[in-house]
Structure formats: C-alpha cells, structure tokens
C-alpha cells in the first residue's frame, strides 16, 4: 500500500511538473510574439525616421531667406519649408525666382533700417517685391524690419495714416 502511495504521489508530481512545463512553454512563447511584433512596430518607426531625416536633409540645399549680400545677413534666421524644397528641385526657374522675391524684399527692409523709417509706400514696395513668397518666408524677412522698429532704430512714419 505504501508503494502504491509513493507511486500516486510521483504521478501527480510528474503531471504537476509537466503542466508547469507546458505552461512555462507557452508563456515564453507569447512573450516572443509580442517582442517580435514590437520589433517590427520599431522597425516601422525607423523607417519612417529616416525618410524624414533624407528630407530634412534636403533643405540644406535651397538658399536661405537673406540675401548674403545684406548688410544684416548673418543676424537674420534662415527659415526653410520643406515644401519650398521639393518646390525648389522641380524646378529652377521657380527656385530662381523665388530668389529674386528674397533678394528685392530684403533690400526694401535693409534700406528701411538704413534711413529709419518705414512708410506706407514701403508696405505696398514690400508686398510687391515678396508676392511670390509664401508666409513664412515674408515673415522671416519682417522679423528683422521687427527686431529693428522694437529695437528703436526704425520708426513708423505716420504721415500718410493721419486724416489730411
């Protein structure tokens, strides 16, 4: 009877010790599934970030929103869009144009901070010379004609705003 006894009792550690086994197996499994789908979750986010490293890098090749010739060039910030990129490789003339908006806007702030005064007539100049400019970047340009008047060396002329 005592063997008996010893013999159930190895029996149902046996099966215990199998059902643990089992159970180990499965929950190893599980936890490589679900590391194997965050893998590929990173992998996904990694391409993704260097697709857009590959474009931002691109922006390095446009010119900035400052002409280099401007006297205050090296103090303005150099803002690009990276739709103004893709604009700027199809085409050239486009990009050249652009250019010229950047250039003509800019000397209209350069001559205003020169004598001072900015003026209606300058406000209409200035949206003339940068209407092919999108908002950013006329607004890259005005934050130096900004910085000036904030600064106390431009003043408004308000002349031609007051009732004659």
Same mark, same amino acid.
């Given at each position: 009877?005592k063997?008996?006894?010893?013999l159930?009792?190895l029996?149902v550690t046996?099966?215990t010790?199998?059902?643990?086994l089992i %159970? &180990?197996?499965?929950?190893?499994?599980?936890?490589? =599934?679900?590391t194997?789908s965050?893998?590929?979750?990173l992998?996904?986010r990694?391409?993704?970030?260097? %697709?857009?490293?590959?474009?931002?890098?691109a922006?390095?090749?446009? +010119?900035?929103a400052? /002409? =280099?010739?401007? +006297?205050?060039? !090296?103090?303005?910030?150099?803002?690009?869009? /990276?739709?103004d990129?893709?604009?700027?490789?199809?085409d050239?003339?486009?990009?050249a =144009?652009?250019?010229?908006?950047?250039?003509?806007?800019?000397?209209?702030?350069?001559?205003?901070?020169?004598?001072?005064?900015?003026? #209606?007539?300058?406000?209409a100049?200035?949206?003339s010379?940068?209407?092919?400019?999108?908002?950013?970047? &006329?607004?890259?340009?005005?934050?130096? #004609? !900004?910085?000036?008047?904030?600064?106390?060396?431009?003043?408004l002329?308000?002349?031609?705003?007051? +009732?004659?």
């Amino acid at each position: 009877m005592k063997q008996v006894a010893v013999l159930a009792m190895l029996i149902v550690t046996a099966a215990t010790a199998a059902t643990l086994l089992i %159970q &180990s197996s499965r929950e190893r499994a599980a936890s490589f =599934e679900q590391t194997r789908s965050q893998h590929e979750e990173l992998m996904r986010r990694l391409a993704r970030l260097e %697709q857009m490293l590959a474009t931002t890098s691109a922006t390095d090749a446009i +010119p900035t929103a400052v /002409p =280099e010739g401007s +006297p205050s060039a !090296s103090a303005s910030a150099r803002e690009r869009s /990276p739709k103004d990129v893709a604009r700027a490789d199809i085409d050239p003339q486009k990009l050249a =144009e652009r250019t010229e908006h950047i250039h003509a806007g800019n000397a209209i702030v350069d001559r205003a901070i020169q004598t001072g005064r900015w003026s #209606l007539a300058d406000v209409a100049s200035f949206g003339s010379a940068t209407s092919g400019l999108n908002g950013e970047e &006329s607004a890259a340009i005005m934050a130096r #004609l !900004s910085a000036a008047i904030n600064a106390d060396q431009v003043q408004l002329d308000m002349r031609r705003l007051q +009732p004659q």
